[in-house]
């Protein structure tokens, strides 16, 4: 069988019982850290919790690792783990649709993600849009799809949770400094006064640790802020209703 299992937020505390049963009686356990990372612990720490060696998969070998993995899937139980939820990113989302294609048992362990996360700001989740990310620009890339994403969400009043880029294989996370900037360098480009320097934003950093950091203010402000080690998303709020206004005062800090 194949057992996807989410490996939570912040650090190997956030493990679940049904992961650390599970990996008791798995034949070998594979990992991938280039979709997110757990920041508030390291792979021995992980290895230590389960009692197992963890083999991380290469990103650079993704596709004939996956293929392997699903492969050995049909004679041992194979566990697949995953920062966040199993089956939040799409990749993960292949993989089970190929095992189940072929003949495979698959379990799927589910564990808290961003998605859940995001309630320690006191928004309401119902009230967000579609999550988009913001990438490293690169000399010949500068994809503007946050911003379009954010327009449309904005449009309707939504929320929009701006997940951050990592290259975990090079110790490299976008701040949400670096973040931001990204964004007022669209709309400087775009020139649609959709954003500026005033408008309020609000930052989340290390959701999922006990000492997250929520602060809330105008892009110039948070801009010179410092968040400290990551993971660092960004939310650009919509309509706000009143208890959600409330919320941000008590919650975040506001600057």
Known sequence: MLIMAGLGLYDEKDLTL???????????????????????????????????????????????????????????????????????????VDIAVEAKKKGIEVIIINAPSIYSAIGITGLQIYKF??????????????????????????????????????????NKFMTANEGLQVLLDIEKRREEKLLSEDTKVLVVARAGSLK???VYGKIKDLIKQDFGAPLHSIIILGNLHFMEEEALEILAENV
Do not use: W
Request: hydrophobic content about 35%; glycine content about 4%; proline content about 5%.
């Open 129 to 170: 849009g579609k999550t988009t990310s913001i990438v490293f620009p690169e000399p010949n890339y500068f994809p503007e799809t946050p911003y379009n994403v954010i327009k449309d969400n904005l449009s309707l009043g939504y929320h929009t949770l701006c997940l951050l880029d990592i290259h975990a294989h090079e």
């Open 18 to 92: 049904k992961t650390l049963e599970n990996a008791k009686k798995a034949d070998k356990i594979y990992a991938e850290f280039y979709t997110a990372i757990l920041t508030g612990t390291t792979l021995e720490k992980i290895e230590e919790t389960l009692g197992k060696k963890v083999n991380v998969l290469d990103r650079e070998k993704v596709e004939y690792e996956t293929e392997q993995l699903i492969e050995e899937s049909k004679e041992k139980n194979i566990m697949f783990l995953t920062a966040g939820d199993p089956m939040v990113a799409t990749t993960h």
């Open 212 to 214: 997250p950091k929520l």
